[in-house]
């Protein structure tokens, strides 16, 4: 998270610390320095160590943020940015944040609610506008942090997830390895005694130029010794010592900061607080105070705060390092001792840590040593009362999964702790955590162990993998299907029957946009899916995408929880989802667009996609979960635009739902002319119904005759059948022309019942 405004003081106050490099030239001159050191454990090969976290929003440039994630375009960005490196001859490792530290805790809470109010605005501004917010209010799609290290691996990179504080890990890799620098977006690295720092917020990837923070630069401006550089972080505020807590020591420095000394170029009143700060820590205290401990005892401080500082500095000193010759510095130790080791076996601890160091595992790792599960935003509308947030409809799965890593059938009679969520949805303050109670779930005969499940072997074992991942999801049905279909798809079908099952607000429309989306998917390179063109943004698609995407982390931890019965691969999100085509779908599939069409006349597709549904429908028959027909009119002012009649399209003018028939008008005559010699051609409705709309502005002159003709035909549109069976119903236009400049009025009537989000336009937060 890094020091507070020390980056952008050398930014603009100290640019001779600012280098600008060639990684190629840094590349060659690391090769030489380790021909010529014969001595030097360092690896010849030139290499990176890469802050993962720090990357992710300069890896993820695609356009569309909101709608759940382009991933098949984020993977040939990925690839295209590592192969930039290799083909130097750079090698890349990756670290990626594996934990939250309970000491960082209040820090990450604050910027998750804070994150909290972008996204506020965000789906303000998509009910406002029908489109995507600009970059200002940019949120990274859900699970972008967990999937890419996957992403990576499968790209053969190195990649690591840390078990203590990441970027403690990253600098001490990078020391003891001998790399030739730390690439990513953070301050501390200017304080840790390890590699040089390189910025990727300025790297220019075509030409490997970014600019490095050198440390020595900045400490001949400051006039400081590099081994004062933690004690004056400390006091800037970091992750360790908060920034309030010397706002004291600040205040005091700057005023006799401007009595002794002269206005300095420093650009900034913020500039001038840290040379008032470097001021003080060059000042207070001898050379033999300084050896005495790590804060001057000339400095007046409280024990609390006195304690506070020496531990802030502690945390940047390095395996073997010292700060002052002779001082006695007790070691830094950020990582937390396993909790739950009681419950657990001493190998499957092992595995577990060593699977999540390798990046191979998700969940697992934080309920069985530190019983804390965290999860960062999501992109939910905190004004929609229909939809539940994702942290309470994936609990129950949760719940399961637990109970497969904690609950034990040996007699023991050692209670099962809870487990701690600290998981951000809309209501929750994140004052203190959830406590979940792990739940066994029910297989024939005992539940198995986890030195079963992870270590055992035959077909038996492999059946119990099986069944008890499907048991976390109710979908133990779905154990013939393995193997007839792919993993892929079998992942897909738990987890929209599950979505399906925990939702009761979810349509029939909503569970056919899912299964079509994930069906069409492959038929799409990365580049059609980024020119899909939507005519509008829908809040509650978007908020269903998110959700999805959430769901596959479920399934991942799953996965790992039953000793992976499927490959992790089969459950990453590029096989399953694309967010553009899922909104695309939605809106087909809400509009009563035909099967034929929806699954883009594709006849495998189609099959595949049928035999989905069915089994869908199967499993809330026998669970009593009526899945309705509930398509849902546009229904919000942004939709009014002459834009919103269209459907979604690729780039090139087709119709997204028609990948070689033109538009959904008919298609092109060509195409028309060979459907019709084969008996497959009917004639259909463009999607929108624009001439329809049309013919009804002509029947119907006033508001009031419209709510008439409405009223008798209400029977005939969407909505619920009388017997409860899910029906497929015809699109009915809702909107007609009524305001001169062309734009559509919504007349549905009222429900009597809330369908959709509930509106607070006097709300504020």
Known sequence: ???????????????????????????????????????????TNPTLVVDGMACLRHWYSCKDWVCGGQWKEFMGLLEHWVKAFTSAGIKLV?????????????????????????????????????????????????????????????????VFSTVQEADYEIASYARDHGCMGILGQDSDFIIYDSVPYLSVAKL?????????????????????????????????????VSEDQMQHIRNNAMAEYRRSCPPRSSGTSHGMKILALAQLVSSVGDREERESGLVPRSLVLSATDRELLEKGIRSYLLPGQELFHGVDIPPFSSGSACVMEKFISPDILQVCREKHIEAEGFMVYGVLYEGVVECSNTLEDEEETELLPQALVYRPCREKIYGLLLHRDNGNSVEVPLVKEWFVYPGNTLKEPDMVKPVPFNLPGSQPSLEMLWFGSGPEVCGLRLASFLSVFDCQEFSELYGTIEDCFLATLCLVTYIVLQVQQLSLEDMEAYLSQAVCLRLNSHQELKNIKLPYISSRAVQLGSLYVRGLSHLLGANCAAGCPLLSNALMPWHSFDGRLFHAKYLMAHSGTEHTVLLDSDASCLSLFLCLREKVLDVCKKRDRALLSKPRPRISTY??????????????????????????????????????RRGKYQPRVEWGMREGMRGAQSRFQNREELMEKRGQRGGERGGDNQSGAPQQLAFHPQFYPDYSDGRLLNMSPLPAQTRGRTRHPTRRR
């Open 1 to 43: 998270m890094g020091v507070k405004g020390l980056q952008y003081f050398m930014d603009q106050c100290c640019p001779e610390a600012c280098e600008a490099v060639d990684l190629r030239e840094m590349a060659r001159q690391h090769i030489a320095k380790g021909r010529h050191n014969t001595c030097t454990t360092n690896d």
């Open 204 to 240: 220019r990837l075509d030409g490997l130029i970014t600019v490095l923070y050198n440390r020595e630069g900045l400490c001949r401006y400051l006039r400081l010794a590099p081994a004062q550089l933690p004690f004056l972080a400390c006091l800037l505020g970091n992750d360790v």
């Open 94 to 158: 990756f670290f990626f944040d594996g934990v939250v530290e309970e000491q960082k805790r209040q820090e990450w809470v604050k910027r998750r609610l804070r994150v909290n109010g972008d996204i506020y605005k965000v789906f303000r501004h998509i009910k406002a506008h029908g489109e995507q917010p600009d970059q200002k209010l940019f949120c990274l799609p859900s699970g972008l942090g967990t999937f890419t290290s996957f992403a990576l691996r499968s790209l053969g990179q190195k």
């Open 639 to 676: 939709e009014l635009s002459p834009k919103a009649t269209e459907g979604p399209t690729h780039g090139d003018g087709r119709r997204v739902g028609y990948a070689h028939a033109g538009n959904l008008a008919g298609g092109s005559d060509e195409w028309r002319r060979k459907e019709e």
